[in-house]
């Protein structure tokens, strides 16, 4: 199956400040990737659909203005969250699938915490 | 609206065999998934079912009716590391995963 990194794993950053979170596909290239947020104890909940060359498709409720996707290449995908705050800590995923109907490949996760 | 239930929680001793029902209505199907999460750690895939029937793998195995709107995992000869959460996901007709907040499995020796 596909091989997703992402990076940093876990980052602690103070309220007002803007924490990049990088998605790399290994071994293919993904046209699509998307992000996810999971709080604790909570199921994954889809953020925004991002795709190569265009803008990301973000679901309803999610801030587009606060969660910058920029998906520049093939190969990797970055979600910017800009102005964090304490209510923005939670496990952020990025996946990639294989086709419209193949399952989807999820990097290990980040873990942000906002002071 | 989209739905997908699921168990929040179920206890098995190690050993024995566990099923965890998932039941679903959404708009459309193309596809059943169930992912395992650990504690701390992303979703890794277990199965994907799109026709109804038993799919069987290992010690694990994930059915699905579709008429019914319900699936189910079944995990056989359980151990210890099964311990970990159960994600029920099903792919709607905008290819769209729709996810189920997950059953977490506690093994007990």
């Known amino acids: 199956g596909a091989v997703v990194s992402q990076h940093p794993s876990w980052v602690i950053c103070k309220s007002g400040t803007s924490v990049k979170i990088e998605c790399r596909s290994l071994d293919f290239q993904a046209t699509t990737m998307f992000w996810y947020r999971q709080f604790p104890k909570q199921s994954l909940m889809l953020m925004a659909t991002s795709n190569e060359g265009s803008k990301a498709t973000y679901e309803q409720g999610v801030e587009k203005d606060k969660f910058l996707i920029n998906h520049a290449s093939l190969t990797l995908s970055t979600l910017t969250v800009t102005s964090a705050h304490p209510e923005d800590s939670s496990f952020y995923i990025c996946?990639?699938?294989?086709?419209?109907?193949?399952?989807?490949?999820f990097g290990p996760g980040t873990r942000l915490t906002v002071l | 609206g989209q739905n997908i239930d699921q168990p929040t929680e179920m206890t098995a001793t190690e050993g024995a065999i566990v099923q965890i029902n998932c039941t679903y209505q959404t708009s459309g199907f193309n596809g059943l998934f169930w992912y395992q999460q650990h504690a701390g750690e992303a979703p890794t895939f277990l199965s994907y079912?799109?026709l109804d029937g038993l799919e069987e793998k290992g010690r694990f195995s994930s059915f699905l009716s579709r008429s019914k709107g319900y699936s189910y995992l079944l995990l056989k000869e359980l151990q210890m590391k099964d311990s970990a959460s159960y994600l029920c996901a099903v792919m709607d007709s905008n290819y769209q995963l729709i996810w189920g907040a997950g059953t977490k499995l506690i093994i007990k020796p």
């Open positions: 079912n799109v």
């Open positions: 996946s990639t699938r294989t086709g419209d109907s193949g399952e989807q490949f």
